[in-house]
């Protein structure tokens, strides 16, 4: 795993400044590739690569990039892994097509490809991860890619006027605020989806003029056509509404289907333990994490190394879970339990970590198991993307019950009752509901909740539903003044349905969205901040592809999700080890807020400083800070969204 950045500008510098630009982009997020750094610089074309090495497979330096194709057409900066590749190696040479190869690095072999076969057969052919820049010395052009399901971040943009207009690209926004024409303005217009969701998403950033490319996207400049030029070689959404494609698999019975899945995770989890160096996997004793470590396990000739988080508090605590499969299955098992004190100590670091504002509050955890893990290897696998490809989530099938049985009554009838539910006091429904049901400790009070409930029901469309579903603020609108929200993929920008059902569409809306958006760029600045590299097996996209396939019914079953994945995994771990409840990398922070980080979240959310900032509407945010701190609701999630921009602003200034 590696960090890439570089810049496309008019002729006009001399190459020693432009090799000193690119460097210092590169110095900017070093942690991304600590074993060696390199640089290219054509000063005619106004062209500059810089790369940042960890190194993983082939630690010679036949491995150094920016890396020339033989053919001397292509240099290739490239953030990732193609775990087919030694099969690509095959069949070049099988074709008479192969160079004479230097070393046995997937960059060379996919540079080979693109000399033989091309950008887009080359990409068709490869399975893996990662975030490509390309550039083309024939034809003068830069092309970015990143991959199908964006486990790799690549962020772009023009930036600067006239003769210092220049074109930025990096792994992370801190490379290409490196670059003296970066200007750093802060997008208004995406500080609602911000408070709504945790994160910016899709194609947007934080800042004006920068952009993400999207999963199974690539992107291509010149000087000469300037103008950014997506264009998809793969689309998840594609995918999910076609179930699985074309060529899909289709299968006589569910064990035939159970058996065909696990041979094919077998093979996508073998190809993912390719690795020079240690390798091992965070294991929670999920059904997700526990398959990956079982087929690990099983294709392995020594204990796989394992690695869990522990927390002293039973209700967050997974990791004698952890332990009990990990002992099953005979792995070399290392587990850390932390308390509140070093969770709490990672939050000064988040700000930084996370260039680009962004508040899953599990990214506390995350960065301590990484942090774990990496005083043993370099390379971890995860159970990434099982609950959104074998609808995991149980807000899937909560969100299909409640929009079958609110269908049943007219969208007025159902608008009037949840205004009903609102006009009451909320002091008046905590105390009748605390009666029946407490609320549990850190939750939203029953009020709260009931309001919230009151608001689904209310939802007009399976997408509408599922957009509350994901959201934190329910009107972010209000204190973002002067907002114009920017559609989204969960709104107006919604991807072809099909005949997808309520679970399916929410499966695919999240795999579009929340996974890479949230999940995966979690993972991302968490494993890279410790120069870690994080595999995903599931995120295969031929498992994808084949997961798709999958009539929903292998998916949920008996009231059971991950069906056919439970199937596999009970091949190697007794059932009674893993069926327990969902519980997710959950931290405190409503309490936290109230407690230890109160007076670290007072001074972010001093109204006299909003009100100097200017971002945020100080009235709605004292009033969301007062209910949180009086008890009367849990604001916990809505407000470490708000601080984490607030510790994102404060840092970068």
């Excluded at 060696?36 to 106004?46: K, P, T």
């Excluded at 995918?239 to 060529?247: D, F, I, L, S, Y």
């Excluded at 700000?351 to 990496?374: G, K, N």
């Excluded at 909320?426 to 407490?438: I, K, N, S, W, Y």
């Amino acid at each position: 795993m590696c960090g890439i950045t570089g810049y496309l500008a008019p002729p006009g510098d001399r190459a020693d400044t432009m090799t000193a630009r690119v460097r210092g982009m590169a110095d900017a997020i070093a942690y991304r590739g600590p074993d060696s750094r390199g640089d290219w610089v054509d000063a005619n074309a106004g062209i500059a690569l810089g790369h940042l090495r960890l190194a993983i497979v082939d630690l010679t330096p036949a491995g150094h990039q920016p890396m020339p194709s033989a053919s001397g057409r292509y240099v290739l900066d490239f953030n990732g892994e193609i775990y087919n590749h030694a099969a690509l190696r095959a069949e070049l040479d099988a074709a008479g097509k192969a160079p004479n190869w230097r070393g046995h690095s997937d960059t060379e072999t996919l540079l080979a490809g693109f000399d033989a076969w091309g950008v887009e057969p080359t990409l068709a052919r490869a399975v893996g991860m990662f975030a490509i820049a390309l550039w083309d010395r024939q034809d003068r052009s830069l092309t970015l890619i990143r991959d199908r399901l964006g486990e790799k971040p690549i962020y772009y943009g023009w930036q600067g006027t006239g003769p210092a207009r220049t074109f930025l690209f990096g792994s992370e926004l801190k490379a290409l605020a490196a670059h003296p024409a970066f200007e750093g303005r802060i997008r208004r217009d995406v500080l609602p989806e911000f408070l709504r969701h945790g994160h910016v998403g899709e194609d947007r950033s934080i800042h004006d003029g920068i952009a993400k490319v999207r999963p199974g996207e690539m992107v291509t400049v010149s000087l000469t056509a300037p103008e950014p030029a997506p264009r998809p070689y793969w689309s998840g959404a594609t995918v999910a509404a076609t179930r699985g494609g074309p060529g899909a698999p289709r299968f006589a019975t569910p064990e035939a289907a159970v058996d065909a899945l696990e041979t094919l995770l077998l093979d996508a989890v073998g190809q993912q333990l390719m690795a020079d160096v240690p390798l091992g996997a965070f294991l929670s004793g999920g059904i997700d994490s526990s398959t990956i470590v079982a087929l690990m396990q099983r294709l392995s000739d020594r204990p796989a190394l394992t690695f869990s988080i522990g927390f002293h508090e039973a209700r967050y605590n997974e990791a004698e879970h952890a332990k009990a499969v990990a002992k099953h299955l005979g792995t070399d098992h290392t587990e850390l339990y932390v308390g509140e004190a070093e969770l709490l100590a990672v939050v000064p670091r988040l700000a930084t970590m996370y260039d680009e504002p962004f508040a899953d509050s599990s990214q506390i955890p995350t960065f301590m198991v990484a942090q774990l893990a990496r005083q043993h290897v370099t390379v971890a696998l995860s159970g990434d993307g099982g609950d959104e490809l074998f609808a995991g989530y149980d807000r899937y099938a909560q969100g299909a019950a409640l929009m079958a049985r609110a269908g049943r009554l007219p969208l007025p009838l159902r608008r009037a009752g949840a205004a009903a539910v609102r006009a009451l006091p909320m002091a008046l429904t905590d105390a009748v509901m605390e009666r029946f049901r407490p609320t549990p400790q850190g939750k939203e009070p029953n009020g709260q909740r009931l309001r919230r409930l009151a608001d689904y029901l209310q939802s007009a469309n399976t997408d509408e539903l599922h957009r509350k579903l994901v959201s934190r603020w329910r009107f972010p609108e209000d204190a973002v003044p002067g907002a114009r929200p920017v559609p989204t993929m969960l709104d107006a920008l919604a991807p072809a349905r099909g005949d997808l059902s309520d679970i399916e569409r929410m499966m695919q809306l999240d795999m579009l969205t929340y996974m890479p958006d949230d999940i995966l760029a979690k993972v991302d600045r968490a494993t890279m901040a410790v120069s870690l590299e994080s595999r995903a097996p599931f995120l295969d996209h031929r498992v994808v592809e084949f997961a798709w396939a999958l009539p929903l019914d292998y998916k949920r079953r008996e009231g059971k999700s991950k069906w056919a994945l439970r199937q596999v995994l009970y091949r190697h771990v007794p059932r009674e080890l893993v069926e327990r409840p969902k519980m997710g990398f959950e931290v405190p922070i409503g309490p936290w807020l109230r407690g230890p980080l109160r007076d670290w979240a007072a001074a972010l959310l001093d109204p006299a400083r909003l009100r100097r900032e200017g971002w945020f509407e100080p009235a709605v945010i004292a009033r969301t800070w007062d209910e949180h701190l009086s008890g009367r609701c849990n604001w916990g999630m809505q407000l470490w969204n708000v601080l984490m921009f607030q510790a994102w602003l404060e840092a970068r200034q």
